[in-house]
Structure formats: structure tokens, C-alpha cells
């Protein structure tokens, strides 16, 4: 059984940040990739950014700049600084992990509870 806990979304003005934090938590062997994706009303779920086992970070056009996105392999967490939010970053934002269980050994892809970001203009 693997767990994602996410936490630090929240209301924010235009300009402001907010930190996301998403640790996963079980019978992990290996963490191929975490990141998160977000979903605003009415739109489809789009990926925002993700860290490869590597330490390779891809991140959205849209946030590029903004928000960065850092990872502590001791605590299988991910992190996420998003600066200069604006209105457009409103949406509820899920962590997802990519990884591989200890039993059995099989890559699985998880997702989080969900997290709402708000940002007021």
C-alpha cells in the first residue's frame, strides 16, 4: 500500500506564493517520477511539473519562472514553490507518483487527494 499526503494549498492574493508539499509514503522501492498536475473548473487536467528519479525537472510553460519544484529522496516528498501566482494558477492540484511497490515489484501510477489553490486578483 503506498500513500500520497499532500498539503499547503490555500487562498492567496495575485503576486503572492505558497509552498505544496506531497510525501509518499509505503511500500516503496523506487520513485520513478512525482510531480503535480492541476484541474480548474471546467478544463482537463493538465500537468504542471514533475521530477524524474534523476533529478530531471520538466515544468509547464505557464509556470515556468514561477514555480519551482525540488525533491528530498530521504522522505520520498516532492515540493513545490510557486512565486507570482496569478488568477489563471486557480485550480485544484494533485500530486502524482510514478513508482515501483517493494511487493509486488511493479511500477504503479498513484495520485493525491487533491489540493485547491486559489489566488484572488
Known amino acids: 500500500q503506498v500513500q500520497l499526503v499532500e498539503s499547503g494549498g490555500g487562498l492567496v492574493q495575485a503576486g503572492g506564493s505558497l509552498r505544496l508539499s506531497c510525501a509518499a509514503s509505503?511500500?516503496?522501492?523506487?520513485?520513478?517520477?512525482m510531480g503535480w498536475y492541476r484541474q480548474a473548473p471546467g478544463k482537463q487536467r493538465e500537468l504542471v511539473a514533475v521530477i524524474f528519479s534523476g533529478g530531471t525537472t520538466n515544468y509547464a510553460d505557464s509556470v515556468k519562472g514561477r514555480f519551482t519544484l525540488s525533491r528530498d529522496n530521504a522522505k520520498n516528498t516532492v515540493y513545490m514553490q510557486m512565486n507570482s501566482l496569478k488568477p489563471e494558477d486557480t485550480a485544484v492540484y494533485y500530486c502524482?507518483?510514478?513508482?515501483?511497490?517493494?511487493?509486488?515489484?511493479?511500477?504503479?501510477?498513484?495520485w493525491g487527494q487533491g489540493t485547491q489553490v486559489t489566488v484572488s486578483s
Open positions: 502524482n507518483a510514478v513508482l515501483i511497490t517493494t511487493i509486488p515489484r511493479r511500477e504503479y501510477n498513484y
Open positions: 509505503g511500500s516503496i522501492f523506487s520513485l520513478n517520477r
